[in-house]
């Protein structure tokens, strides 16, 4: 069936409809990663969006249940230049198309992606709209589409309850970990290292988390502009008043570094891929990480009383980590525990440990 | 860390001659590290023995030495040019093992000396089997259970404990040379005896056989503050067991999901920062298709052939990063000259897919052993570029220049199915079309994943192409179907052949539906940052991103590449092809480059203004004519890849440069050349035109045997045969059907005189011929094959004014503007025309630097209109400069079983070192030193066994061995004629007689050469053959012209290694 992409700016691609037919307003964002379409399917910080692989074959060795990254695939749409019909690897449990179908994906193939990824580079994420009918009218579509905002998501993708994972093996640390959007493969980094690991919903208020005997807390990555979540921020200052290790990755970071005085903005095209190059400044070297965000920590509004910058992007110098002055506490913008991407930086998991010393509470 | 101020002046190794498993890529390599190293102010002294190349041209170092590649020679290199430093990496295997074997004999210490980039532990961590086995087992990474063995006994008893089959892998060569899988324990015995032979160490590697893995390769680089990236990932469409430059390989790999794919990530990186290399480093691992088990199958330290098409695949210069890094500059210091903006620290990521094709010599080797294994066989390689898989697929096979346009291999269809499922079965060249033909007979991917563990992607992939063959077939398509046809690569006139129609006519119907093709950017980055690069592919897709330049002033020329290395068109196609850019370039001309080998300098994209990775078809190439329009074409230097194209762009509209295509044609037609000769007054041999058998036996009759049989329009004397009566005529006109077609066929009486080449220029009016060649050895012998010799030794000059009258003659009734190579045979005190070609050769590198005449610029130049009497380098005959030298060629027989290595009239070598000195005794030494070829020392032993013909002519050659105190074997004939004349030698027996005979001699390595003349016929059961085979085989010197032996005598007589002197080329 055919399907159209309606761009913000009135640009339109012709294509054919994969996963559920329908329509879908969404913020149409790029990602260059050339594997982990499943993981970039279920990260919930893709929730709102449409995402356009740049890489022109997606699907190849089709989906199984092992390469989620949450309950479900919270990207609004996919946008493909191929979806291959036939998934080949030893863990192939279906094809890419047919998950689509399952979960009520909506999604086109058979576009310029590179042009689209183009229009996005030159002109900033933009919104737009995926149709299979074709009785639209550009006029009412557009308006639409620019009416259309990512708006609550952190809590449309947060837990309902608290949900704790057990460690792998011997349980050394109690770690609490806010759910903004969380990743599997964050719990799992966690557990894996003898974590016995709490998820909480993201509303959960500072003091049940503080009271709760954690040696701990992890604050995760998640879709949106973090400036919106007012309420949330006001629980991260608390947080950040007390003495407990605090490590925080992505949407987590933002929410710190807003919590502590800082801005954020919103970036013209954001980095999403695995290739992205960061230094860590305290060690002189250079890092390729994976990344997935809209917007950043504006750099002249961090106070150096209260954090400095530790880590910045090789490519655009934009803030990739901050270290606080109070104890304990480090973030960083990309994503340590990868899935999908580069695991180059997974070390951070092990200073996460290292701060939390000898484990007290677990 | 900033670059080291220490480091001042660098000595870069070259690879030396180009052989299977050793090619262009490390030109390529070496000549952009150069450029590297001197835009950071550093003094380069260059060494390589091969003068095709680009990086030995003056220009591209401070110092070049086109010297042999060994201990002694760099020894005194060393010693007059006192480098600081030495950057081994970029000159394949053979660079890293002399800078190892400088390394250890102490000479790099002696001198002061720093080994740049990776270290000696390193080197040897990642090189030596078993340090590197421990080293991967120290860092917990997997490798195939094996045991390094250095007996053939050993061999035997470790196979036995881990089972057949296993994989035998010398240590220390190229390509895999000498290695094979051993199915049982005799073929075990075999393979073993000979990589042990063949190993700089004396081991071979046995270890359990994991044939049927996924083979994939991670290209990773580091620097000294140890930055870890990895650049392209690559997989084997052939599963484990073929060579990796055997494989069609795909980048980036395609069915690997995310976890697996970084787990083999994480482990390139961890091991290229055990090994604490700095620079570019090649991982490759098996992958067990149904699980996470993998294995590391071998690591190479350096910048290698698979890092060469990473390069092109992604955009990202490897070697020039390499480079820097060498030189103490850290990645994030190194600016992305892609995007200009960001740095070199960083992962290329593609939005594309890219294929990569060997190209395999077996249709000049027809009767070579087609299998593929560990041992590599491919000369060279194409790639292509898409936005699907299929789309490169059907690109990259066009582009083989094999006659084939599809996944459809004439011959297939005529096999019955069972014959077919045998056929699945054989890991050979045609194995992919064998697929093909099997999924058209209706087999399902998962049978024929069964058999050839080829991954049910790849194969529903080919089964795409084939589904679309069928609906092709049914007649006319719709726009829908066409534009679905167009995006898997299929070419207008295969699709018009399919549903019955012309290539005009598809052409037309697509326009009409405006479906056109449109070109992307290689940007390294998937389009995240704005690019500048000048490099494109084609796709059909939405939009196109290749602008003309706007900029109307400068003339746009259309420069055509020379496709993949193989035998008769080599390197030297690409040096003329880039040098053309160059004098363009400094014309003020824009330049634009099309070509698909990856290997190549000329398809880096800061060669010319713009390239274009494309096939060189008619209609590839009129898909950028169209978009670029350009002002002109140039297809003299392409080699015939280039020439053929010639009057498709004519029939374009475009402007050819230089000789026109009716000159070409006027060459190649064989009455009409004759008719030209006979204006001219020039002799030439008597010769026929024919189409059939019966025509040739005929002709042959008619002129009388011996005659030269073969086929028109090809290059490298493909197909050539000397024929000595109707039989032989018949078994050659069998095979040149077979890999030819349409062109008619030559039949000449063969004259046996001395032969010389010469190269010239000419303007219009006047020919500038800056050397005349002389080959060593009489006509016969293919000159590519021939060693040959400047200044000419025996040309009277009289012929020499003959020979420039004959050549000025030529290129002006042939209407030649450019460049013209013409072979001559001196026969009887007359000189007569064999050959002209209108395009360049493979001697104008060489003769380009040793007479410092720039003849490519200055072809270029009166291409455009200059004269030569403008240009300082006068007109006629160049003087001669004061220096020999010797172009010998080199053949890279012990890779490819069952080619016989006696040299005929059809090219056999795969490159070339030159010998350069004051005396010619003393340049031909250089040259064998270069080509590793000994004259035996006295007190040696020579076995001499010769056909009758020559029995004659080899008295002179073994009084004079004997003279040197050489021993003398003989088998019985040879013998008797010896002894006969009053000459020393000892009886061996022949091939089938009682051990030990010949063979055993010559297996048992007491022997330093063999000389041994081939009787006719291709047969391979014969006595000569088996010798030669056995010499190849147990690295014995064997040759097989006697003109090639006198050679050696003068070497061993007149010439004295301790006299040797390197000559820097720089201030000839």
Request: net charge negative; glycine share 8%.
């Amino acid at each position: 069936m055919r399907a159209s992409l309606i761009l913000e700016n009135g640009a339109v691609f012709l294509g054919e409809s994969i996963g559920e037919v329908g329509k879908r307003v969404c913020e149409l964002v790029f990602n260059t990663s050339m594997t982990g379409y499943q993981e970039i399917l279920t990260d919930p910080s893709y929730a709102g969006q449409g995402v356009v692989m740049s890489y022109p074959l997606i699907g190849n060795y089709g989906v199984n249940s092992q390469d989620n990254e949450s309950s479900q695939p919270w990207v609004d749409a996919l946008i493909v230049r191929r979806l291959s019909s036939l998934g080949s690897n030893f863990r192939c449990e279906g094809t890419l198309d047919d998950y689509l179908k399952e979960y009520h994906i909506a999604g086109v193939q058979g576009v310029d992606t590179r042009a689209l990824t183009r229009i996005l580079r030159t002109q900033g994420t933009m919104n737009g709209m995926i149709t299979c009918g074709s009785d639209f009218s550009i006029q009412d579509a557009l308006e639409e589409i620019k009416a259309f905002r990512v708006e609550g998501t952190v809590e449309r993708v947060s837990r309902k309850a608290p949900e704790t994972f057990p460690a792998d093996g011997e349980t050394r640390f109690k770690v609490a970990l806010m759910d903004y959007g969380v990743k599997q493969n964050m719990i799992g980094c966690l557990t894996r290292r003898g974590c016995q690991v709490t998820v909480f919903p993201c509303h959960t208020p500072a003091e049940e988390l503080l009271q709760g005997g954690f040696d701990g807390v992890m604050l995760s990555n998640g879709p949106g502009d973090p400036a919106d979540n007012v309420a949330i921020i006001q629980e991260v200052k608390k947080l950040y008043e007390s003495d407990l290790p605090i490590f925080a990755v992505c949407l987590g970071h933002q929410l710190l570094a807003l919590a502590t005085g800082a801005k954020t903005h919103k970036m013209p095209f954001g980095h999403r891929g695995g290739n992205h190059p960061v230094k860590d400044l305290a060690a002189g070297r250079c890092f390729i990480t994976s990344q997935n965000h809209g917007y950043v920590v504006t750099p002249e509004t961090v106070d150096p009383a209260v954090a400095e910058i530790s880590h910045v992007n090789v490519n655009d110098g934009t803030v990739e980590g901050l270290r606080y002055k109070r104890p304990n506490c480090f973030t960083v913008q990309f994503h340590p525990e990868a899935a999908p991407g580069p695991m180059d930086t997974e070390y951070l998991f092990d200073r996460f440990i290292a701060s939390m010393g000898g484990g007290h509470n677990a | 860390m900033p670059k080291d101020p220490k480091i001042k002046k660098v000595l870069v190794l070259g690879s030396g001659p180009i052989v299977i498993g050793q090619a262009a890529e490390f030109d390529y390599a070496g000549t952009q590290a150069c450029r590297a190293l001197r835009e950071e102010g550093v003094e380069v002294v260059l060494v390589n023995s091969n003068p095709a190349t680009i990086m030995t041209d003056a220009d591209i170092a401070d110092h070049v030495y086109i010297e042999p590649l060994n201990v002694a020679s760099l020894t005194q290199i060393i010693q007059k040019e006192r480098p600081d430093s030495i950057l081994p990496t970029l000159g394949g295997q053979t660079g890293l093992n002399l800078a190892m074997n400088l390394h250890e004999e102490g000479i790099l210490a002696d001198y002061g000396v720093r080994l740049l980039g990776t270290s000696p532990t390193s080197i040897k961590k990642a090189e030596d089997r078993q340090e590197f086995k421990d080293a991967m087992e120290a860092l917990g990474q997997p490798c195939v259970t094996s045991d390094v063995v250095e007996s053939v006994e050993a061999a035997v008893e470790f196979a036995g404990r881990i089972g057949y089959p296993v994989i035998v892998r010398p240590a220390y060569t190229l390509g895999g040379t000498g290695g094979g899988i051993a199915y049982d324990e005799p073929s075990l015995r075999e393979i073993a005896d000979r990589g042990i032979h063949l190993s700089r160490v004396g081991q071979v590697l046995i270890e359990r056989c994991i044939a049927g893995w996924k083979e994939i390769e991670f290209e990773v680089m580091r620097d000294s503050a140890g930055n870890v990236i990895q650049i392209c990932s690559m997989e084997n469409i052939d599963p484990v067991g073929v060579h990796t430059g055997d494989s069609i390989v795909v980048a980036p790999t395609q069915t690997l999901a995310n976890k697996e794919y970084q787990m083999l990530r994480s482990a390139a990186l961890d091991i290229i920062s055990a090994l604490e290399i700095e620079g570019g480093c090649n991982c490759q691992f098996a992958l067990n298709p149904d699980s996470f088990e993998y294995a590391v199958i071998e690591v190479n330290p350096r910048v290698s052939r698979s890092s060469a098409l990473a390069s092109k695949a992604t955009g990202y210069p490897i070697a020039k990063v390499a480079a820097k890094i060498a030189l103490g500059y850290t990645l994030d210091e190194i600016p992305n000259a892609v995007t200009g903006k960001t740095t070199a620290c960083f992962e290329p990521t593609l939005d594309y897919c890219v294929l990569k094709i060997p190209r395999l010599p077996f249709d000049k080797f027809t009767t070579a052993s087609r299998k593929l294994g560990t041992q590599m066989k491919a000369t060279g390689e194409v790639m292509a570029i898409s936005n699907s898989f299929q789309g490169a697929l059907m690109k990259a096979i066009r582009s083989l220049e094999l006659n084939v346009k599809t996944l459809r291999l004439e011959g297939l269809e005529d096999l019955y199915t069972e014959e077919i499922e045998e056929k699945l079965a054989d890991v050979d060249d045609q194995r992919l079309f064998v697929v093909a033909e099997a999924l058209r007979r209706g087999f399902s991917p998962e049978k024929i994943n069964a058999i050839t563990k080829m991954d049910v992607w790849f194969l529903t992939r080919f089964q795409g192409i084939i589904q679309m063959e069928a609906e092709l077939s049914k007649g006319v398509p719709d726009a829908e179907t066409l534009r679905r046809a167009k995006e898997m690569g299929f070419s207008d006139a295969y699709i018009a052949a399919l549903c019955g129609s012309t290539r005009a006519e598809i052409k037309a119907l697509r326009e009409s539906m405006d479906i056109r093709p449109s070109f992307k950017m290689v940007d390294t980055c998937a389009a995240e940052f704005e690019a500048a690069t000048p490099y494109y592919y084609s796709t059909y897709d939405r939009e196109n991103e290749a602008e003309p330049s706007a900029d109307e002033s400068r003339r746009k020329v259309l420069v055509l590449g020379s496709g993949p290395i193989r035998i008769g068109q080599g390197i030297e196609f690409d040096y003329c092809s880039v040098h053309s850019v160059w004098a363009l370039k400094k014309l003020g001309c824009e330049t634009i480059i099309i070509n698909n080998n990856p290997e190549t300098v000329s398809t880096d994209f800061d060669v010319a203004d713009k390239l274009y990775f494309e096939p060189l078809t008619a209609e590839d190439v009129e898909a950028v004519v169209e978009l670029e329009k350009p002002w002109g074409a140039v297809v003299q230097f392409g080699g015939q890849t280039a020439i053929k194209l010639a009057k498709a762009l004519t029939e374009m509209g475009v402007p050819i440069l230089g000789t026109s295509s009716d000159g070409v044609d006027a060459a190649e037609d064989r009455e009409r050349f004759d008719e030209i000769l006979q204006q001219c007054g020039i002799p030439r041999a008597e010769g026929r035109t024919v189409f059939t058998t019966e025509e040739a036996i005929k002709a042959a009759n008619e002129v009388g045997y011996p005659v030269l049989v073969r086929p028109s329009y090809v290059l490298g004397g493909q197909g050539m045969e000397i024929a000595y009566n109707d039989r032989n005529i018949t078994e050659f006109m069998r095979i040149i059907n077979r890999t030819v077609q349409e062109h008619p066929i030559l039949v000449d009486k063969y004259l046996m005189g001395r032969e010389v080449e010469v190269d010239g220029v000419f303007d219009g009016e006047d020919v500038l011929i800056p050397g005349i060649m002389e080959h060593v050895e009489r006509a016969g012998v293919h000159s590519g094959d021939s060693i040959s010799v400047y200044p000419s030794l025996h040309i009277e000059d009289k012929h020499k004014e003959t020979i420039l009258r004959y050549t000025r003659d030529l290129a002006r009734a042939l209407g030649v503007i450019g460049l013209i190579n013409i072979q001559f045979i001196i026969y009887s005190d007359q000189v007569y025309v064999i050959e002209v070609n209108p395009r360049s050769s493979r001697t104008i590198p060489y003769i380009s630097k040793v007479t410092g005449v720039p003849i490519i610029d200055l072809a270029t130049r009166v291409m455009l209109g200059e004269k030569l009497r403008d240009m300082g380098y006068g007109v006629d005959i160049y003087p001669e400069q004061k220096y020999y030298a010797v172009k010998m060629p080199i053949f890279s027989f012990e890779k490819l079983t069952d080619v016989d290595t006696g040299l005929g009239p059809e090219m056999k070598s795969t490159g070339e070192v030159l010998g350069l000195d004051e005396s010619f005794p003393q340049a031909l030494l250089k040259a064998f030193k270069g080509a590793n070829l000994r004259a035996p020392k006295k007190g040696g032993r020579v076995i001499i066994t010769v056909r009758d013909e020559d029995k004659g002519e080899i008295l002179g050659i073994a009084r004079g061995l004997a003279d040197q105190d050489i021993e003398i074997f003989a088998t019985a004939g040879t013998c008797a004629a010896l002894s006969e004349a009053g000459i020393p030698a000892k009886l061996v027996g022949r091939v089938s007689e009682a051990h030990p005979n010949i063979l055993d001699m010559i297996a048992s390595g007491s022997v330093d050469l063999v000389i041994n003349t081939p009787t006719k016929g291709r047969k391979h059961d014969t006595d000569g053959f088996k010798i030669r085979r056995s010499a190849v085989e147990h690295s014995v010197a064997c040759v097989t012209a006697i003109d090639t032996a006198r050679a050696i005598l003068t070497v061993r007589a007149q010439s004295r290694s301790a006299d040797l002197r390197p000559i820097d080329i720089t201030a000839l």
